[in-house]
């Protein structure tokens, strides 16, 4: 976040200087009414003045009495902005831990405003649907949401939603993280039946990357493909790349224009960071991504209406374009959109490192052989087991480190099997060699799988998923 300018209220994001200003006019208030002396008076009305421009500094909006700016805290939230937050720092191009365990994600909920998935929520998912909770759900990798409470409201007064959820496609070949958002949207796709957009910005990744147009639009296209492998219904889903689908739809460039005369400059440096020394387009990008939030940016699907709320899974990284996205939502007379965030996939190094797609050994890639796929994790998974075999059979396992532990809570969807595996490792009877198999043996059909649906892909399937269309729902 920008420094204030106040030099003491440097450190206090826009929630806590609203409270500031709030009890400074309380205290104005007050001194009048006591008919304190003058300067007694003069003084704590300058303070608040002061405060007032910090705060509008802040956030670039006006302060105003009852309307705390929920949706606008800081994404800066590296080291220096909490005392005790261990070296997390999340925006969206970088996640940074020093735990081994990976990001504190108890933290970063209080941190970002979010709220716990807790067992309630998932209860209740279950009895508004009808189906078991997706293992997702179940083992805590979506974690937070936003307002999911008010769109199962909807749902059960008969209201359809949207789901959105994108990819922006910096590679040719995606890795198993990748496929997170996608497998947990198909499965609320299907629980809910409810229309789909996904988005490919080809766009973000020509204004951060060194890539030409081309590029990013070919890996576009082939990204595509990989998310149209997971399966989902032609008849329900949009999918479309923002270098194309932007020319030839007026009301999705009319959301931008929107959005974006609704966040100022200092709005979006304080949430994304932003300098100075950025391109134009990096700071109206945020807009982009915000529009499929609105419905009457598909009018195609939507016949034009604009009350049609939507949800979003993505990763906690993604939250801030959506916080400013719920922020200005009512102001151009539309739903806010609800969230549900997941945890972020570990590398294979560790969940300390981060993923690379120039690292071809950072992951396990949806294009890699059995064969690369065994190699890199006997090789490379970061292990919680003990130095010796001795050792280990005495101390047990860490799962809370193993990344092979972790890749199996993503993959291994038997409760039963996957609750043996932990007591097994943590107990020294299952060595970390044993593990490593047993995620091998997980991933290596779950990854052929995809890449023969893959095969069975055409570009005039890829064609027909992008073609602006009516799908098959009736609003």
Not at 106 to 119: E, Y
Not at 151 to 166: M, Q, S
Request: net charge negative; hydrophobic share 35%.
């Amino acid at each position: 976040m920008a420094d204030l300018q106040n030099g003491g209220f440097c450190s206090l994001n826009p929630l806590e200087l609203f409270e500031q200003v709030t009890a400074q006019g309380e205290k104005v208030r007050s001194l009048k009414a006591e008919k304190a002396p003058k300067d007694e008076i003069d003084s704590a009305v300058k303070f608040l003045l002061s405060l007032k421009l910090s705060y509008k500094t802040a956030t670039g909006q006006e302060y105003k009495a009852g309307s705390p700016p929920t949706d606008f805290t800081p994404v800066s939230n590296g080291p220096g902005d909490t005392e005790d937050d261990d070296d997390d720092f999340v925006d969206p191009w970088t996640v940074q831990t020093s735990n081994a365990k990976g990001v504190d994600y108890d933290k970063l909920i209080v941190r970002f405003g979010s709220s716990k998935i807790d067992k309630d929520l998932i209860n209740r998912i279950e009895r508004v649907t009808g189906h078991k909770p997706h293992h997702f759900l179940r083992r805590g990798i979506f974690f937070s949401h936003r307002d999911m409470n008010q769109i199962l409201d909807a749902y059960e007064n008969k209201k359809l939603f949207y789901l959105y959820t994108g990819r922006g496609p910096s590679s040719e070949a995606m890795h198993v993280g990748h496929l997170i958002p996608f497998i947990f949207t198909k499965w609320l796709q299907e629980v809910f039946d409810v229309p789909l957009v996904i988005q490919l910005t080809d766009d973000e990744k020509y204004l951060w990357k060194d890539l030409s147009i081309e590029e990013t639009h070919k890996y576009a296209v082939e990204n595509i493909k990989d998310i149209m492998a997971c399966g989902f219904d032609i008849n329900k889903t949009f999918i479309f790349s923002d270098l194309q689908y932007l020319g030839m739809s007026p009301g999705f460039y009319k959301n931008i224009v929107k959005v974006q005369k609704h966040v100022t400059f200092n709005q979006v440096k304080g949430i994304f960071g932003f300098t100075d020394s950025d391109c134009i387009g990096k700071i109206s990008f945020p807009a982009i991504q915000a529009a499929p939030s609105f419905s009457s940016s598909f009018p195609q699907i939507f016949n034009n209406r604009n009350d049609i709320q939507c949800l979003i899974p993505c990763a906690i990284d993604q939250d801030p374009y959506f916080r400013m996205t719920r922020d200005v939502a009512p102001r151009i007379g539309y739903p806010k959109p609800a969230l549900l965030h997941s945890v972020f996939f570990p590398a294979l190094q560790g969940a300390q490192t981060k993923m690379s797609a120039s690292d071809p050994n950072s992951s396990i890639f949806l294009t890699d052989t059995p064969k690369q796929i065994k190699t890199k994790i006997n090789k490379h998974a970061f292990s919680g087991g003990k130095d010796t075999v001795e050792e280990h059979r005495k101390y047990g396992g860490n799962c809370d480190v193993d990344v092979s532990y972790m890749y199996l809570t993503f993959f291994l969807e038997d409760d039963d099997k996957l609750e043996q595996i932990k007591q097994a490792y943590t107990s020294g009877a299952l060595l970390t060699g044993e593990l490593k198999k047993a995620l091998i043996e997980t991933l290596q059909p779950l990854i052929a799988a995809h890449q023969q649906r893959r095969k069975q892909i055409t570009d005039e399937m890829v064609k027909e998923f992008l073609t602006p269309r009516k799908l098959a729902f009736d609003f």
